[in-house]
């Protein structure tokens, strides 16, 4: 059963445009949200995070916006480079626990120039 | 000066063979993870060890055994190698028990298994 649903699969952006990547979840006991890049060839790094307790967080062009009631959370990366080409990777758990790690299944956004 | 290495980073195997992964991190974390990824880019994890203690360990065949000597090391033994095992293995940290907004997860470059 997944538990985080992203979308869309794949992203195609133009340079200086808005990248905006979705994710869904079920689980109402999930307070920690974060989003993972992923460039081929390496791991998945830490891009940016958000609890619960806040509708949006903002780190330089990268911003997470989260909807509570909806259970929807987004990352929108304003002003799109090349460089930010890779596999974005939302995900969710319950902190304090052992609770896993759920990741959704990927975006993989391409900007071109 | 790298956080989390896995080695090796590509491993070319036949059906039915053993082989290891390993994996240390220098960032002090409590708690090692391995991860697969499939050829669609699916991340599931496998284990976890804190202080090397098993604490996660989800349904993955009896052919697949973890072993963490130390907290800093947590290596991945895949006996009786099947077609299916083909993936991408990474390994990974965190500072403390579980994944948090105060213990992120510190992923490697991962290992690229290919079984043929």
């Known amino acids: 059963q997944q538990q985080v649903k992203q979308s869309p699969q794949s992203l195609i952006v133009q340079k200086g445009g808005i990248s905006i990547i979705n994710c869904a979840y079920e689980n109402t006991a999930f307070d920690y949200f974060p989003w993972y890049q992923q460039f081929p060839g390496k791991g998945p790094a830490l891009l940016i995070a958000i609890r619960p307790d806040v509708s949006e967080k903002k780190e330089g062009r990268f911003t997470i916006s989260f909807n509570k009631s909806a259970k929807q959370f987004s990352l929108h990366i304003m002003d799109s480079q090349p460089g930010d080409s890779a596999t974005y990777f939302c995900?969710?758990?319950?902190?304090?626990?052992?609770?896993?790690?759920?990741f959704g299944k990927g975006t993989k956004l391409t900007v071109n120039p | 000066d790298t956080a989390v290495s896995q080695t090796p980073k590509y491993l070319v195997t036949q059906m039915g063979n053993d082989k290891s992964i390993k994996c240390e991190q220098n960032l002090g974390h409590d708690t090692m993870y391995w991860y697969k990824q499939d050829s669609k880019k699916f991340l599931k994890i496998m284990f976890s060890y804190n202080n090397k203690e098993l604490i996660i360990n989800e349904t993955v065949p009896n052919r697949f055994s973890p072993k963490s000597p130390d907290k800093a090391h947590l290596n991945l033994h895949i006996n009786s190698l099947e077609l299916g095992d083909s993936a991408v293995y990474f390994c990974?940290?965190?500072?403390?028990?579980?994944?948090?907004?105060?213990?992120?997860?510190?992923f490697g470059n991962g290992t690229r298994l290919t079984v043929t």
């Open positions: 995900a969710a758990t319950t902190q304090g626990g052992s609770e896993k790690l759920v």
């Open positions: 990974a940290s965190s500072p403390y028990r579980d994944s948090s907004y105060n213990s992120p997860l510190h």
